[in-house]
């Protein structure tokens, strides 16, 4: 989708550096809470109550509510939003240090094309995107394999098997999400979603017996406000900032927070959360954001472009 109309350069910049920093550093303020909260119980309350927030301004300025048909639409996107990606991020963050989420979730570019090459048909594979897409692969290796004398353990294979189901659950919404029936305010649109996957979050938090035993008086400080970030600042102000990009910028730009977002995610560990930074760590994830700059800036076709501009939340 084509911008517009032309935005102040100060207005562009600002949207630009809080898309880059705050959802970059997201991954480390959900490592910090689920230290205390259990995953799927932290994951079901920052939708719970960044959806409530959303839907409720919008309902507030005047959008309608999603119809009936745009509600069933909205639960499948739940489950694969947030069920199968922020659930298992929340998950796998238990055991995965926050600078290699931040990278191993990258991956969803990788799936994206995949999805539109073998499922929607709507790419061809040439010979960049297939080495970009070798690339990816042997990013994940790195990572992964124990066998390679880097330095550093493998990140641990649950962890990163949840991250990598993640990463195709929202390649797989991002694919499908163009054809459902969904409230045409990207806002709106992302209220409801958040609203619908705060509550299966919470469903499953209970079914999963998190709530058994849990004592928010014995949360830390630290990890409350990790929630209240992850609420404010990484729900509600930077999908706001995101969605006003995509209106003012072309998706190849603001398509452009996913190789950055890792890098940010990979700082933020090593100098806030004490993350190593082995050899491992650094070609693994060299690896991956090599493969997600190479597919991003391809020349793009329509439907990559529409992928391109659909909420990552």
């Known amino acids: 989708m084509p911008p517009e109309t032309p935005a102040p350069t100060w207005k562009t910049l600002l949207a630009f550096a809080i898309v880059y920093l705050v959802w970059g550093s997201a991954y480390f303020a959900i490592r910090v809470g689920v230290h205390d909260f259990p995953p799927f119980l932290m994951a079901a309350i920052r939708f719970l109550i960044a959806g409530i927030a959303v839907y409720g301004w919008r309902i507030a300025r005047g959008d309608r509510s999603p119809t009936p048909r745009q509600w069933l ?115 709106m649109s992302s209220g409801a979603q958040m609203l619908t996957g705060g509550l299966m979050l919470a469903l499953l938090s209970a079914l999963m017996g998190e709530l058994h035993g849990f004592d928010p008086r014995a949360v830390s400080f630290k990890a409350w406000m990790a929630l209240a970030y992850l609420v404010v600042a990484a729900s509600i102000v930077t999908f706001t900032a995101y969605v006003w990009l995509i209106h003012h910028q072309s998706p190849t730009k603001a398509g452009t927070y996913a190789y950055v977002n890792p890098v940010v995610a990979v700082l933020i560990g090593y100098f806030l959360g004490g993350e190593t930074l082995e050899r491992r760590t650094i070609a693994g994830s060299l690896l991956i954001l090599l493969s997600v700059v190479a597919i991003t800036t391809m020349r793009m076709n329509q439907p990559t472009a529409e992928l391109l501009e659909e909420e990552p939340i």
Not at 124 to 150: E, F, N, Q, T, W
């Open 73 to 187: 639409s909205t639960l499948l996107l739940g489950f694969l939003i947030f069920i199968l990606n922020f659930g298992m991020v929340f998950w796998a963050s238990q055991r995965v240090p926050s600078g290699v989420t931040g990278v191993m979730m990258a991956l969803m570019t990788v799936f994206v094309a995949l999805t539109e090459i073998f499922v929607l048909r709507t790419q061809r594979l040439s010979l960049r995107l297939a080495l970009a897409l070798l690339a990816g692969i042997a990013g994940v290796a790195v990572l992964m394999s124990p066998s390679l004398h880097l330095g550093g353990a493998p990140i641990d294979r649950a962890g990163a098997l949840a991250l990598i189901s993640a990463s195709l659950g929202m390649a797989i919404a991002s694919a499908i999400m163009r054809r459902l029936p969904l409230p045409e305010s990207k806002l």
